[in-house]
């Protein structure tokens, strides 16, 4: 793209402050920013005037889960299903890793972060762990997918190399990299990471697959013959991936996608709930908890809303491409944004000052005809880091992984 043509193309879209500083820049840095332009969707930056309607929510009513109770009578069952399709080569891994490490008081990827105590032990080290349990029992590799974002891409991928991938089979691991999305202040107007580099951010849970199939990820696991993918998210280091129970559950009761769920510690935590929406399995987010929902108790007096998701989930390819081709609604996020002010100086603020645009996996669950919530222990595959002190921090996931045996 040429000046002329990314000018039109801001001006178009209210957005020429992108090129208040294009003539004092070096000629590979003009090159970056033209190119960046030319790749940007600035259609979504719209939406932030229509941000409280964008995505009304439908008629949300309680579903089941397949409680551990009734895992434990087909345990075997189960089991036997899912290493025979990991055996086959049927299931693959994809870890969902594009994050930093800012809430840990790190500038490097989340999962290059040390929780170890007595020894180096990182975020990724004990995915990789978990994973080979199942590689050992299965007596078969399991392709993982990782995904990455351009903040941490080079970072992420010279750690597994220096690391010799934590013990794993590099033949059978694969990296891409996260679509992003401009981020803006509260008007729609982006922000200016660097004078020659627009603000951008991963574009949500949601958009890891369209990342695949940009990549050409899609085209090597349809090669290899992958049928199921179990997408999983950076930060539980407990969480049992490939899990052959869970993947066996998923296949023998004909369902579109699984689920992992745990039972909330509470009415209000932190996490999302399973429920149907429409009639449609759904995800009802804990801000969208209403008092009425809260409070709603099943036939045994539970509560109705009791299983919340830890973002582990078992897709079958073929229905991920279909649900990509349709598009998934787009999320507005309030967020800190870092960037260039009036001046060009570089401004890290204290408070919210704008909005990240994300697609979610729970819309993907919502666009399918059927859902497993599969139960497991929460103690046991249920040890999130997003802090660093409280709940759901290094501290909380060090003493599980030590209430579980594993060395720190």
Partial sequence: ???????????????????????????????????????????????????????????????????????????????????????????????????????????????????????????????????????????????????????????????????????????????????????????????????????????????WFHSMMKWGVVDKLREAGVEWLNVFAVDNVLQRIADPCFVGATIATNSAVGAKVVRKNAPDEKVGAMCLEDGRPSIVEYYDMTKELMEAKDENGEPAYNFGVILNYLFREKDLEEIVARELPLHIVEKKIPHLDEKGELVKPEAPNGYKFEQLVLDMIHELDSCLPYEVVRNKEFAPIKNMTGIDSVESARKLCQENGIEL
């Fill in 1 to 207: 793209m040429g000046y002329q043509e990314a000018y039109d193309k801001l001006e178009k879209y209210g957005q020429l402050h992108v090129l208040k500083y294009y003539g004092e820049l070096a000629k590979e840095e003009k090159e970056a920013l033209l190119t960046q332009i030319e790749q940007t969707d600035f259609d979504m930056l719209s939406y932030c005037k229509e941000k409280e309607t964008l995505n009304p929510r439908g008629k949300i009513e309680p579903v089941g889960a397949m409680q551990l109770s009734e895992i434990e009578k087909k345990r075997e069952e189960f089991t036997r299903i899912g290493l025979d399709a990991i055996r086959a080569g049927k299931v693959g891994a994809v870890l969902l890793a594009g994050g930093m490490g800012t809430r840990l008081g790190s500038d490097a990827p989340k999962g290059i972060y040390n929780i170890g105590l007595t020894k180096e032990v990182y975020i990724f080290q004990r995915l990789i762990e978990n994973l080979m349990d199942v590689v050992h029992q299965a007596g078969a590799w399991i392709p993982l997918y990782v995904m990455t974002s351009d903040k941490n891409h080079e970072t992420t991928t010279a750690f597994f190399e220096e690391k010799d991938y934590f013990g794993y089979n590099a033949d059978y691991v694969t990296f891409f990299i996260q679509d992003m999305a401009p981020v803006s202040d509260y008007e729609g107007k982006v922000y200016m990471e660097t004078k020659y580099k627009i603000s951008t951010s991963p574009n949500g849970s949601g958009g």
